[in-house]
Each structure stands twice: as structure tokens, then as C-alpha cells.
């Protein structure tokens, strides 16, 4: 069973940075096709930030362009987001996602919380 482990979230001033580490536990012998982060306001359903797949192709939404790095260790099932530049509309819950080749996701992890102070 894959389980997802999220870390690195934490409380920061706008301007700052943070950088979001995702583990895939029980992974070997998996192959996953893409890596997501994804945010999750209260209340609200989550959304997508940012994805990276197997070829190292990119994908932003509008809000995080420019500010928001995603990468990946397709060895060690390990996915980081790198957050520049906070602001405090960044703040929520954010979870990673591991997608397989068939489209079936692992499942999801208890997410990191960001809290951005202005």
C-alpha cells in the first residue's frame, strides 16, 4: 500500500519561501506517470497548483507562475514544491499527488498546512 507523506509546511511572512517535501512509502516496484501538489482552502474543494511528469515537463496554474518550483526523484518517489515569494492567498492545506501510468492516483496523505502572515 502506497501512502503519501507530505512535510515542510510551516508559518511564514509574504515575501517568504518554503519548500514542500513528498514522500511515497511502499512505492517500489510502482511507476508513477505524474507528481502533483495540490492547495485546499477550508471548506473549498481542492485545487491544482502545480504537476510534473515523468519527462520533467511542467505544468503552473496562473497563481503560483513564477513563484511556485515543482520537481521529482522518479528513483526515490519523491516530489518537493518550492514556494518563492509567499503570499498570503498561498495559505492553505497542500497535498501531493502520485498519478500511475493508468491514471489511478495513491491514495492521499494528510497534507501540509502554509500559513502566510502579511
Known amino acids: 500500500q502506497v501512502q503519501l507523506v507530505e512535510s515542510g509546511g510551516g508559518s511564514v511572512q509574504s515575501g517568504g519561501s518554503l519548500r514542500l517535501s513528498c514522500r511515497a512509502s511502499?512505492?517500489?516496484?510502482?511507476?508513477?506517470?505524474?507528481t502533483s501538489w495540490y492547495r485546499q482552502d477550508p471548506g473549498k474543494q481542492r485545487e491544482l497548483a502545480a504537476t510534473i511528469v515523468r519527462d520533467g515537463t511542467t505544468t503552473y496554474s496562473d497563481g503560483v507562475k513564477g513563484r511556485f518550483t515543482i520537481s521529482r526523484d522518479n528513483a526515490e518517489y519523491t516530489g518537493d514544491l518550492q514556494k518563492n515569494n509567499l503570499k498570503p492567498g498561498d495559505a492553505a492545506v497542500y497535498y501531493c499527488?502520485?498519478?500511475?501510468?493508468?491514471?489511478?492516483?495513491?491514495?492521499w496523505g494528510q497534507g501540509t498546512q502554509v500559513i502566510v502572515s502579511s
Open positions: 499527488s502520485f498519478r500511475r501510468w493508468s491514471g489511478v492516483p495513491a491514495p
Open positions: 511502499g512505492a517500489a516496484g510502482n511507476a508513477f506517470y505524474s
